[in-house]
């Protein structure tokens, strides 16, 4: 890890991350008004950043706060912020919220979004994890309408979460009308006959970069994937459920509900998807 201290960036101004602080007006702060990207960091290079931009730009768009920065500026701050946090591997937390206004529901006049950026350490999945697998339970998707939206409100999904983890799980796999729709914190992969699957974008997930980035993989390397509805009872005879982020790549579930998923290892279509990922971030590294 980088002996040099937390940099974090808040309405202009670099700073040490501990004297970062926003009013308690902040719309953020009351009411969960903003959203967010989370941008992992390779050999001090951003990974997809174009790809977590225009999400961006999206999410601001779909709550109607005005983006506060170019996309050159978006790189070029964010840029700053790698070097300035010593480079390397890294995850760039990233928050756009809609400014400082006395509380009321309403959109605020003349309000200015509030921007703030960190880094976190990358922390790599354990090697144990990758072995073995997670485990992951099942659970009523209680979202809202919005799931595309990568909005800082993020209760339910943290109550999702939380009742995962007290089960003894890594992950809450979401049910709503009986097909799958992503994790709490994830997006979620089959293989079914030796297909690849995943449910299709639309409101009711999260549209992952790292998703994305596995459906063009299997593109390329001529592995079949269709991107469709899941029903539950597919998820449960599944051979492999895999669940993808920026933070923890692609990850192999082998436990469902306390069963074993196909043999109860990581599978052969995980192996060779988990290759093509890392040799499409090693390419990242040497580009760096
Ligand atoms: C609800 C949800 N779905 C999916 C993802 C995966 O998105 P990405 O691959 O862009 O990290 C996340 C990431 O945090 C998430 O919170």
Redesign the pocket.
Known sequence: MSSVPSIAWINGRFLPLEEACVPVLDRGFIFGDGVYE?IPVYAGKPFRLAH?LQ?LANSLAAVRIDDPHTQDQWQTLIAELIQRNGGGDQSIYLQVTRGIAPRDHRFPEGSRPTVFLMSNPFRPVPESELREGVAAVTLNDIRWEY?HI?SIS?LP?ILLRQQAVEQGAAEAILLRHGQVT??????VFIVSDHVIVTPPKGDC???????DLVVELAMEHAQECEERAIPEAELRRAQEIWL????REILPVTRLDGLPVGEGRPGPHWQTMISHYRRFVDDLRRDA
Do not use: D, Q
Not at 182 to 187: C, H, R
């Open positions: 989370v977590h999400r799931c990568k993020l999904n992503e994790g709490a914190a994830s997006n997930l999260l549209p992952g970069i790292t998703r993808t982020s920026s933070t």
